[in-house]
């Protein structure tokens, strides 16, 4: 039985995000537990903006980020039809800040987080968990996921 109320689960869009989120359901079980799910895109605009111009750029950005929210919202109901489709939430910005926002706003007591995303950028420039951990106001749960080396 789980002493948590209001549990953030923040996931990357890659497959490992069902994984992170099936660890949070989890945790959960039967309680009566407030649940909400964040994606944050990091804004991509200097690493490849010289090939294109920024209007350009700006729809190619804008066409991932919706391909990837269809994505999570397709596996999020096919493997978890109990989590409303209102507590799936997409951001914009640096994703450890947006997380703990997020975290702060919600008054999130644990946020589920996995421990390597999908962007190889992200491992080079340091772990989204590891800058989630500092400053946090509340718990934070690393999952593991499968494949993931350091």
């Known amino acids: 039985m789980s002493s948590y109320k209001n549990i953030l689960v923040a996931v ?37 903006s010289f090939e294109l111009n920024m209007a350009d750029f700006e729809q ?11 994505k999570m919202r397709e596996l999020a109901a096919a493997k978890f039809p109990s989590l409303s489709a209102d507590a799936i939430h997409f951001l914009r910005g640096k994703p450890a800040t947006e997380i703990k926002r997020m975290a702060e706003d919600t008054g999130a007591d644990l946020v589920v987080i996995g421990s390597h995303g999908h962007n190889p ?21 690393t999952v593991r996921v499968q494949g993931a080396s350091e």
């Not at 069902?18 to 407030?34: E, P, Q, R, Y």
């Not at 590891?130 to 718990?139: E, R, S, T, Y």
């Open 12 to 48: 990357d869009g890659s497959d490992e995000s069902v994984v992170i989120l099936g660890k949070a359901l989890d945790l959960i079980g039967n309680d009566n537990v407030k649940l909400n799910v964040v994606l944050v895109f990091e804004p991509l605009l200097g690493n490849y």
């Open 121 to 141: 950028i992200r491992v080079i420039l340091g772990s989204t968990a590891n800058a989630v951990l500092h400053g946090i106001h509340c718990d934070v749960l």
């Open 60 to 70: 190619l950005q804008q066409q991932h980020q919706e391909q990837v929210a269809k």
